[in-house]
C-alpha cells in the first residue's frame, strides 16, 4: 500500500509587532494594531471565558498609571451589562477598584467612581462588596476634595446607592454635615 505524504510547509515566525490576544493586550496595544486584533467578546458568556474580567483586574492592579486608567475606563464600559457587573464582583474587582479611589490618578479616580456607581446600582451583591472594602467612606472622603463635576455626580450617585441600608446611615451622618455647610457656604 502507498501512502502519500503531503509536504509540510514550514511556519515562519511572524516578523514585527503582534496584534493583541488577550483583552489585557487589548488596551495596551497601539491604535493601528487593533484593526488586526481577535473580536472583542459580545456577550458575558465570551467576555467571561477569555478571562476578559480578571485581566482588566490584573491591570487595574499592577498595571502604570496610564494603564490603570485605560483598565478601569474598560471595566466601566462592561460593567453596563448586568451578568458581568456579577462578575466582576465575583471575581475581584470591587478591592482592586476602592483602592484606587486612593491610589490612582485624577483621570483613573474619576472613571473609578463611575464604574463603582454602576456597580453599587446593580444590586445588594456589589453593593455589600462596596461597603465590605471601605468604600463609603473613602468616597466621602474622596468628594471633600473634588472640583470636577463629573467625578462629584458619580461619587453621589454611589454613595446614595449605597445608603439604601439602615446600617450605613451611621458611616453617612458626617457627609450630611458636610452637604450642610457646603450649601450655606460656611
Known amino acids: ?49 477569555t478571562g476578559g474580567g480578571s485581566a482588566l483586574i490584573e491591570a487595574c492592579r499592577s498595571g502604570s498609571q496610564p494603564i490603570q486608567t485605560h483598565a478601569v475606563g474598560a471595566l466601566r464600559n462592561v460593567a453596563s451589562v448586568e451578568d458581568i457587573r456579577l462578575a466582576l464582583g465575583e471575581e475581584g474587582a470591587v478591592p482592586v477598584l476602592v483602592q484606587l479611589l486612593v491610589s490612582g490618578n485624577t483621570a483613573t479616580q474619576e472613571k473609578v467612581a ?39 455626580e458619580h461619587v453621589l450617585r454611589t454613595i446614595c446607592s449605597l445608603s439604601v441600608t439602615d446600617s450605613n446611615l451611621q458611616i453617612l451622618s458626617p457627609l450630611s454635615n458636610w452637604v450642610n455647610l457646603s450649601s450655606t457656604g460656611t
Do not use: V, W
Request: net charge negative.
Open 114 to 152: 463611575n464604574c463603582l456607581s454602576i456597580l453599587a446600582s446593580s444590586g445588594e451583591y456589589c453593593r455589600a462588596l462596596i461597603i465590605q472594602e471601605k468604600g463609603l467612606p473613602r468616597l466621602m472622603h474622596m468628594i471633600q476634595d473634588l472640583s470636577n463635576s463629573d467625578t462629584i
Open 1 to 49: 500500500m502507498h501512502t502519500s505524504e503531503q509536504p509540510q510547509t514550514p511556519t515562519a515566525e511572524p516578523s514585527g509587532p503582534q496584534p493583541p490576544q488577550t483583552l489585557l493586550d487589548l488596551i495596551t496595544t497601539p491604535p493601528l494594531l487593533l484593526k488586526q486584533s481577535p473580536p472583542i467578546p459580545k456577550t458575558p458568556g465570551q467576555f467571561q471565558h
